[in-house]
């Protein structure tokens, strides 16, 4: 039996575990609440207040956080305190121990000079990752910025943010960025996935509790194979996640790991937003309403799909790695 079988065990009691907290979140969804199960430094040393690299688990608590409809600062917090950890003491001793307890926030993005950023209007920090290594832009919220108008989660606003001119600190080498961007687009690409899983369970309830014809609509032949063609996607991304993160577990970046990543991420921003929509379609429409949580759900993998690049960038990157 292989490490990989091993460890499944030890995956779904962690996913068990975060499901049965995360069930009351109207309670205890805040950065401080993640910070207190150790969310929050779950790629962080031992040492320095941390649980360790822990990829695997990270992508869990991901998936997680995206079912719930969680909409707190916390992976932009895990991948900044990840970073932070390798940092020049001066920026870690001033930022990680706020990133671990919860009492700050931060957001991470690509590097450019005009970039979208998740959450900025209540970050402390800005993380972004680029060419040439990391770089932290404090006082996140004095930066530039305006309200994103092509993306539509409303409970996680996007805001394009003008970096060009900003003071920053380098807390990062190009090594440690490549790493870290790959682990963040694992998270991100997770985070979807979980708001597809709710979706679909939601959906699959509805089916089997609404009669058409005198029957439920989930034992119609043709309904039952759009099903399962949902189910199986769910499963392969699922996959494919498992198996990236497992590659980034080993603490140095390996080609085959980050590779492995942006395929991840390509996949499924390609084809999760057109399967939640194609949940909507399934539950004629219901979702297309604000009161239905599936309408979030929409919005939020839509989103995710144009946060740290595009399937078209992760696609032309993975081709760049493979020299094709």
């Known amino acids: 039996m292989g490490p990989e079988a091993d460890d499944s065990v030890d995956i779904e009691l962690v996913r068990g ?3 049965d907290f995360l069930a009351g979140c109207e309670t205890h969804d805040t950065l401080k609440d993640l910070a207190a199960m150790d969310w929050t430094g779950l790629l962080v040393d031992e040492d320095l207040g941390g649980s360790g690299w822990r990829p695997v688990e990270t992508t869990v608590i991901a998936e997680e956080l995206g079912r719930s409809g969680n909409s707190t600062h ?10 932070l ?18 009492t700050g926030a931060a957001a991470c993005a690509l590097a450019a000079d005009v970039t979208r950023v998740s959450g900025a209007q209540s970050a402390d920090i800005i993380v972004t990752f680029g060419g040439n290594g990391i770089e932290l832009f404090e006082a996140a919220d004095t930066l530039r910025r305006e309200a994103d108008e092509e993306l539509l989660d409303v409970n996680r606003p996007v805001w394009r943010v003008d970096l060009s001119g900003a003071q920053s600190v380098p807390v990062g080498g190009p090594e440690r ?4 961007l790959a682990l963040a687009r694992i998270l991100l690409s997770a985070d979807s996935l979980g708001a597809l899983s709710a979706t679909f369970e939601r959906l699959v309830t509805y089916l089997k509790e609404r009669i058409a014809f005198g029957a439920p609509i989930a034992s119609f032949q043709a309904v039952q194979h759009r099903l399962v063609e949902l189910l199986v996607f769910e499963a392969k991304a699922r996959a494919i996640l498992t198996k990236a993160a497992r590659a980034l577990s080993a603490e140095s970046t390996t080609s085959d790991a980050v590779t492995l990543s942006v395929a991840a991420h390509s996949f499924i921003a390609a084809n999760t937003t057109a399967a939640v929509d194609e949940c909507m379609q399934l539950s004629g429409g219901i979702g297309f309403t604000w009161e239905y949580p599936l309408h979030h759900d929409l919005r939020r993998v839509f989103t995710n799909a144009c946060l740290l690049g595009t399937a078209r960038s992760s696609r032309a990157l993975f081709a760049d790695r493979a020299g094709w």
């Open 17 to 19: 575990a975060a499901r």
């Open 74 to 83: 916390w992976l932009g917090s895990v991948i900044a305190a990840a970073a």
């Open 85 to 102: 950890s390798s940092a020049p003491s001066e920026a870690r001793d001033r930022w990680l121990p706020a990133m671990l307890d919860g």
């Open 177 to 180: 960025a490549e790493q870290l």
